[in-house]
Structure formats: C-alpha cells, structure tokens
C-alpha cells in the first residue's frame, strides 16, 4: 500500500486573481451566461434555423445529441460547423439512420472531414438508445441532464467528464429549450469542457486540473460549469462577429471582456 491516497496535493494559485475572477462570475450570474447562450452563440442560432425547417422536435433533439457527438477534430472553428450541419440537415432531414445519414453527410463536409469511421462508429454506437427515446423520454431527461449524461457515457463507453460527452449534454440541453420553450439550468453536478482554451484560461490562475477549479468556482458562484462555460467562451473564441453580438445583447459586456483581463 503506498502512501498517495494520505497525501494532499497542494496547487499553485493567484488568490487576487481568483478573488477577482469570482466577483465578476457573482455579479453576471446565470441569467448572463443565458442571454450568451440565447442571443450570442452562433451555435444555439445553428440549431433554431435547424429547428424551424424540420419541424419534428423529437427527429430534432436526436440529431443535435449525434452531431455534439462527432463534434471533435474540427476543420473549421465550431460555429461553421454547427451551421454547416444546420444547413446540411435543414435540406436533407434523416429518413432511416442517423448513422447512415452522416456516412453521406460527413466524407463531403468541408468542417468536419477528420477521422470519419470512427465517428460513424460512434454514431452506431449511440443509434439504438437515441432511436428508443421519445419526446416525453427528452423531456424526463431535460429536467434530469445528469442522469442524461451518465446514460450517454454507459453506452458509448467513456468517462462521464470526457469533453464530448459533457459538449453533448450542453447541446442537448440547447435543443430542449429550443423545443420545449422553457429554461432549465444546467446541473452543477456536469462539469465544464476540458478543452485547449478552457485550460489555457486557466493556468492564469492555478496548475490545478481545469476541471476541479473550476467545480470549485461553480460552488463559490453558484453558477453550474457549463453556464460558466457560455460566460468564458465569447472572450476566449475567435470570432470577431460574437464580440460583437455580445457587445449588442448583453447589458453586462463589459464585465465579461474584464475576465480576459485578469
């Protein structure tokens, strides 16, 4: 038996930073990172025009769940890629398979041509519990993402914190207000994308894991990961065109172009 699991790591950390970063998350709350999700996110604007043209909201959630699934090596910034599968499937709705609609879709797609089979895989993979599911069943699991997320990583066999799989339940929870026209927060228990950004922003203030501080931020702002997520995204992407929807829907722009300051 070795001593590890006795021994407390103890991290670097700017405590001015960090004191600073947590006032400014305090005084935008959710219903900042709301207003950015709503009416600033290229993404969420990708799955309304979607959502319009289908008409199916069941047909819908289904598939923006698969797409945040194969939402990984890019070759393009997300927002194209999320409106290129708006557009894509806006013409095109799936008839039979999700997965046999992305064997179509992906080898011509000019954002997402990176590591097709195994992202066709993971569509077989995740067909038969997305195709079982009703509205009624999204809609038990939109006021429940938790069990949602851990129902996602048990079929496709990873880690309840992988960045697909938490990126999925976002999305999800993107489609749901869409669909059923009303907000539910993001659970505190999922946590934030670890992604090259978010760990980046972070060593601003620690060495420690991006996803425990920023579980510890969570708590100490009661803003759940994913909203702070939405917060930290428009400063840290490269669109020039989300600075300035944020700039133009959001009453407290200027508090959130203060955190790339810090």
Request: hydrophobic content about 40%; some cysteine; glycine content about 2%.
């Amino acid at each position: 038996m070795t001593l590890d699991r006795f021994i407390k790591i103890s991290y670097k950390e700017d405590k001015v930073k960090i004191k600073k970063l947590e006032e400014i998350l305090k005084e935008l709350g959710i219903e900042c990172a709301r207003i950015i999700e709503e009416k600033v996110d290229l993404q969420f604007s990708a799955l309304k025009n979607l959502h319009k043209n289908l008409r199916d909201n069941e047909a819908f959630i289904k598939l923006v769940t698969a797409n945040a699934l194969v939402s990984y090596q890019l070759t393009a910034t997300g927002e194209e890629w999320w409106w290129e599968f708006s557009e894509y499937f806006s013409r095109n709705p799936p008839e039979g398979s999700i997965k046999d609609a992305y064997a179509e879709f992906l080898p011509n797609s000019r954002t997402n041509r990176r590591l097709i089979q195994g992202k066709l895989k993971r569509l077989e993979r995740v067909e038969p519990f997305l195709q079982k599911l009703t509205l009624r069943d999204f809609e038990h699991y939109y006021r429940d993402m938790t069990e949602f997320r851990n129902e996602l990583a048990d079929v496709l066999g990873s880690k309840k914190t992988a960045k697909t799989i938490v990126f999925s339940v976002k999305m999800f929870g993107y489609a749901c207000r869409i669909a059923f026209r009303y907000f539910i927060p993001y659970p505190t228990e999922i946590e934030i994308p670890d992604d090259v950004r978010i760990n980046a922003y972070t060593k601003r203030f620690t060495n420690e894991p991006p996803i425990f501080f920023w579980n510890r931020i969570a708590k100490e702002t009661n803003i759940p990961p994913l909203h702070i997520d939405s917060i930290l995204w428009p400063i840290l992407g490269k669109h020039e065109a989300v600075r300035e929807r944020l700039k133009k829907h959001c009453p407290q722009a200027e508090l959130v172009f203060m955190l790339k300051k810090i």
